[in-house]
C-alpha cells in the first residue's frame, strides 16, 4: 500500500495562475480531506468529502474548490492564486468518521508570488 | 463549535527524561476521539495515541500515555524515556462527526 500520495511536493506559482493539487489514496477509505498549514500554525481544514460525488466545506475554503468523482481520488483546486495562499496543503484520509484515525499525505509545499 | 488549545509552543526535554505536553479542548458533543499527532522535520503527520472519550482509562502506547480528565477538556501526552527521534511538532486533535480540529502545536526539543 502506497498510503495517501500527493502531487506535486513543491510549486511556485505567480498570482492569478491556477493550478491542481493531487491527492490519491489507495486504502478504500471513504472520508477525505485538504489541510492548509500555515507556518508555525495548525492544521486548518479547507474541504472534506465523505463519499464520491459528496463534499463540504471546511473552516477555510474561499479559493479553492474540489471534486470527488472516484473513492480514490481527491483534488484540490486553487483558481486565481494569491499570496494568502502560501502554504503547505495536506490530504488524509480515513476509513469512516471521526473516531477513526487519520492517515496523511507528505503535503505540498506552495509558494505565491 | 469545537476548540483545540495548546498553551506551550515550544518545549525542551533531556534526552531519558519525561516531558508532558499540555492540550485543553471544548466541544459540545457526546462523543468524540482525542488524537496526538507527531510532525517531525519530514513533515509527514504520524498518529501518537488516541483517547475514546467514552473511556476513563488512559491511553498508552510504549512510552507514549495520556492523561485524559474529561471534566476539565484536559487531553495531556506524557514522554517518558525521551529520545533524540522524539524531536517534532506534537500537535493534539478532537474529533467529531466527520471533522477533526487541530491545535496550534508544541515544538519539542530533545537535548542530548
Known amino acids: 500500500n502506497a498510503g495517501v500520495t500527493q502531487t506535486p511536493k513543491f510549486r511556485i506559482l505567480k498570482i492569478g495562475q491556477s493550478m491542481t493539487l493531487q491527492c490519491t489514496q489507495d486504502?478504500?477509505?471513504?472520508?477525505m480531506y485538504w489541510y492548509r498549514q500555515d507556518p508555525g500554525m495548525g492544521l486548518k481544514l479547507i474541504y472534506y468529502?465523505?463519499?464520491?460525488?459528496?463534499?463540504d466545506k471546511g473552516e477555510v475554503p474561499n479559493g479553492y474548490n474540489v471534486s470527488r468523482s472516484t473513492t480514490e481520488d481527491f483534488p484540490l483546486r486553487l483558481e486565481l492564486a494569491a499570496p494568502s495562499q502560501t502554504s503547505v496543503y495536506f490530504c488524509?484520509?480515513?476509513?469512516?468518521?471521526?473516531?477513526?484515525?487519520?492517515?496523511f499525505g507528505p503535503g505540498t509545499r506552495l509558494t505565491v508570488l | 463549535a469545537q476548540t483545540v488549545t495548546q498553551s506551550q509552543p515550544e518545549m525542551s526535554v533531556q534526552e531519558a527524561e519525561t516531558v508532558t505536553l499540555s492540550c485543553t479542548y471544548d466541544t459540545s458533543e457526546s462523543d468524540y476521539y482525542l488524537f496526538w499527532y507527531k510532525q517531525p522535520p519530514s513533515r509527514q503527520m504520524i498518529l501518537v495515541i488516541r483517547q475514546e472519550a467514552y473511556k476513563q482509562q488512559n491511553a498508552t502506547e510504549n512510552r507514549f500515555s495520556v492523561n485524559f480528565q474529561k471534566a476539565a477538556k484536559s487531553f495531556s501526552l506524557k514522554i517518558s524515556d525521551s529520545q533524540l527521534g522524539d524531536a517534532a511538532m506534537y500537535f493534539c486533535a478532537i474529533s467529531g462527526t466527520y471533522k477533526y480540529i487541530f491545535g496550534t502545536g508544541t515544538r519539542l526539543k530533545v537535548l542530548a
Open positions: 468529502s465523505v463519499g464520491a460525488g459528496i463534499t
Open positions: 486504502m478504500n477509505h471513504n472520508y
Open positions: 488524509a484520509s480515513s476509513y469512516s468518521s471521526g473516531t477513526y484515525e487519520q492517515f
